[in-house]
């Protein structure tokens, strides 16, 4: 007999797993797909740290969390600092000086707010949707270049049909600094995230292409307590309705070529692209074989029941279905829900190692 039986090899499981396992206690852990590590697997392809289910960056304020990563791989000091492209030109991101000076050619950063101020009206009017919110915060020019399209594809909606609280802040920075993350700590592992899950999980049993629902009853026999990192939906057999997510598409090629766009992550903000963004992979750690780069094309999709599940659509709708849900695993006092999906929340990578931590700190051991 296992104490918990974990269900999910991401990071929330893998905490979990590592954590209890440390404290004594017996793990199992199962995982779906054939491999380890969630959405933050990284597999090797000529050598390349290829991530195959999106970019992925690490960054935290809290140092807690930057050193109990740490303890499980080296990273590097890499800076996130994307680069938009609409209609064949190229914008820095997040909007800063430099992307100002590419839009306007302005150098003033009193100007930039000048223009910004014309272009955002006069403040007096209602505002009922993302299309208004944004050209009230930013301006037209800025909405339309570099949001606009790139909002509408991730999605699938109209920004004038799109409640306008998605977007509750939209920084202007008057200086010249394209990092996008205001983080103090940020990084990539060195040698990919897998490393990492293979730290966490050394030493505990676990089953992988094995899917909790082709038989939850055994399951369930084979430990005192069920950690579950999958869609909480699926968990309750949809009985309150289902959970909406929006998905993703990985198109991936390997190019017998050295390098294919010069950085990592390239934004298409234009609708008229249907991805929303190109990765080349060997840019985020300089890692793997010279004549040979890999590229992925990211093209956001509607989730179904097909689908991979990757973000929560955390609309007033879908947050009281969930809490229904959530109140019911409450009351299953041998069962933990955790992580983006049994949690329904758009965490990162730190806010999911922070909920695990959390989670375990609170069982009695
Ligand atoms: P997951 O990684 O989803 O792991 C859950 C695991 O449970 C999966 O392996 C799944 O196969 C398994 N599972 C589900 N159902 C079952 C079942 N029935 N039986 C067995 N196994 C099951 N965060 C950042 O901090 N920085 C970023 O730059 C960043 N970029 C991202 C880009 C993309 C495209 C996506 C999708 C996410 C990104 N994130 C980023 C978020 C990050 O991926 C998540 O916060 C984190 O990986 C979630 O970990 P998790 O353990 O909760 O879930």
Redesign the pocket.
């Known amino acids: 007999m296992y104490d918990y039986l974990i ?8 905490v979990f797993a590592h954590e209890l396992t440390k404290r004594g206690k017996k793990c199992l852990v ?4 054939n491999h380890i ?4 697997y990284t597999g090797r392809v000529h050598g390349i740290n290829v991530h195959k ?7 935290t304020n809290d140092e807690k969390i930057w050193n109990y990563i740490n303890k499980f791989t080296a990273f590097n000091q890499f800076v996130y600092n994307p680069v938009a492209n609409y209609e064949g030109r190229l914008y820095n991101l997040p909007f800063n000086m430099h992307t100002f000076y590419q839009l306007w050619g302005i150098k003033d950063p009193n100007l930039v707010l000048d223009k910004i101020k014309e272009q955002k009206g006069n403040g007096n009017n209602i505002i009922s949707n993302l299309e208004e919110q944004a050209i009230s915060m930013v301006g037209s020019d800025i909405y339309e270049v570099l949001i606009k399209g790139y909002t509408e594809k991730q999605w699938g909606k109209k920004c004038s049909e799109l409640p306008k609280s998605i977007i509750k802040r939209l920084p202007v920075r008057l200086t010249f600094n394209n990092n996008y993350f205001n983080d103090k700590f940020q990084g990539m592992p060195t040698n990919g995230y897998t490393e990492i899950f293979i730290n966490l999980l050394k030493g505990i049993e676990v089953r992988l292409a ?4 082709s038989d939850s009853d055994y399951f369930n026999c084979l430990a005192r307590k069920i950690v579950y ?3 909480i939906d ?1 968990f309750f057999d949809y009985k309150y309705g289902k959970l909406e997510y929006r998905s ?1 598409e990985f198109e991936t090629n390997v190019l017998n070529i050295n390098n294919y766009q010069g950085i990592y992550v390239m934004n298409y903000t234009s609708s008229e692209i249907p991805y929303t963004r190109v990765i080349e992979h060997k840019h985020f750690d300089n890692h793997g074989d010279e004549n040979v780069t890999v590229v992925t094309k ?1 093209y956001p999709k509607t989730g179904t029941i097909n689908t991979e599940p ?2 929560p659509v955390n609309d007033e709708k879908n947050n009281k279905i969930f809490l229904q849900y959530k109140k019911e695993s409450e009351m299953l006092h041998n069962v933990i829900m ?5 949690e329904y929340k758009y ?6 190692i922070a909920s695990a931590l959390n989670m375990i700190s609170k069982e009695s051991l």
């Open positions: 269900v999910g090899a991401g990071i929330y499981g893998s199962i995982d779906k797909r590590g969630g959405n933050m289910y999106g970019p992925h960056i690490f960054h094995t899917d909790y629902f990192t999958g869609p699926r993703l990211e990757y973000y955790g992580g983006r999906l049994g965490y990162d990578m730190h806010q999911v």
